[in-house]
């Protein structure tokens, strides 16, 4: 009986995983209207790290050394990953809508692809490249909302252009993070390293809006978001990714991300009555099947099958 259960809370879970990055973007949406953007961002960090901390205190003691040796890096991944794809998403989200943000978001996994082949001389097969190609129309799509003429007349949206300069920024993030480095620091204290940097960073930017601006959170709908964004979009998503690895494997946990857009899409209709246009179904009809294209493995998982075979119940050859 109990391990029927476990069976069901760790697919449960798997299944509830993309669900949960994907509410960053709507929950951020809905909380910018009441709490400026960097203050939001520090507190969503912070909150999280608080959070992590008791989870990843050993990790942290026995690989100070480590980290205090590359607190440069650190610094910088806290910029990029907090920082800009914290801050600066949740300014872009005043100027544009979940929607667009998680379909254009979305982009970054191919800009890592992009840059490995850059600046890593990572080889890029034709089939890669067709992904790469059809995801990138596929966000021009949605940042010119279908209309080609906002081009020529520059009517460009500036929230679609910092949600795109943030997917590059988290691009940059994953390559960085990759640095032979940090590779034997685990990935629990790795990341609650990254946020206390990351909250680090965003400190005096937080105190110019809370102290100069008058801006810091007052209100109950305020606080609300974020422990939202600091419980659900950030340490439940990231263990519940964390623990998907640790049980099915990286491969079929991987496969699971592809559910971002759909459902990012579907929780922005829901809770905030966004219109799906022509143009965002358009737009993810090339940048799914594109990020897919560009970023499956030649021999890739069967997450069904896989998740079919681990959740069949052991005979143990007692009857």
């Given amino acids: 009986m109990q391990a029927s259960s476990d069976r069901l809370r760790d697919i449960t879970l798997l299944a509830l995983m993309p669900l949960f990055f994907s509410s960053n973007l709507v929950i951020g949406r809905a909380a910018v209207s009441t709490v400026?953007?960097?203050?939001?961002?520090?507190l969503r960090w912070t909150v999280a790290f608080l959070l992590l901390l008791p989870l990843a205190a050993s990790g942290l003691r026995q690989h100070r050394k480590t980290l205090l040796e590359n607190w440069r890096l650190l610094l910088v991944l806290g910029f990029l990953g907090m920082g800009v794809?914290?801050?600066?998403?949740?300014?872009?989200l005043r100027h544009t809508n979940a929607t667009n943000a998680t379909l254009i978001y979305t982009s970054s996994g191919v800009m890592i692809l992009v840059l490995e082949w850059l600046f890593r001389g990572k080889r890029i097969a034709l089939r890669q490249a067709l992904g790469v190609a059809l995801a990138f129309i596929g966000v021009a799509v949605i940042v010119l909302r279908g209309d080609l003429g906002r081009l020529i007349a520059l009517e460009l949206n500036?929230?679609?252009?910092?949600?795109?300069?943030?997917?590059?920024?988290?691009?940059?993030?994953?390559?960085?993070l990759r640095r032979g480095s940090l590779h034997t620091v685990p990935t629990l204290p790795?990341?609650?390293?990254i946020v206390a940097a990351g909250a680090l960073v965003l400190l005096p930017f937080f105190a110019v809006e809370a102290v100069v601006r008058e801006a810091f959170p007052s209100t109950l709908a305020a606080w609300l978001s974020i422990a939202g964004l600091a419980f659900i979009s950030?340490?439940?998503a990231f263990l519940s990714y964390q623990h998907g690895v640790k049980v099915f494997g990286p491969g079929v946990t991987g496969m699971f991300l592809y559910l971002l857009p759909p459902y990012g899409v579907l929780l922005a209709m829901i809770f905030l009555g966004e219109e799906f246009h022509t143009y965002h179904a358009l737009g993810l009809a090339l940048v799914l099947p594109g990020l897919m294209l560009a970023t499956l493995p030649s021999t890739w998982p069967r997450p069904w099958?896989?998740?079919?075979?681990?959740?069949k119940p052991?005979?143990?050859?007692?009857?």
Avoid: K
């Fill in 314 to 319: 052991r005979h143990t050859g007692h009857s």
């Fill in 234 to 236: 950030s340490v439940l």
């Fill in 36 to 42: 400026e953007p960097f203050t939001l961002a520090f």
């Fill in 158 to 176: 500036a929230g679609d252009l910092l949600i795109a300069l943030c997917a590059f920024s988290w691009a940059v993030y994953s390559v960085l």
């Fill in 305 to 311: 099958l896989s998740i079919r075979r681990w959740a």
């Fill in 85 to 92: 794809c914290g801050a600066i998403v949740y300014l872009a």
């Fill in 190 to 193: 790795l990341f609650t390293a």
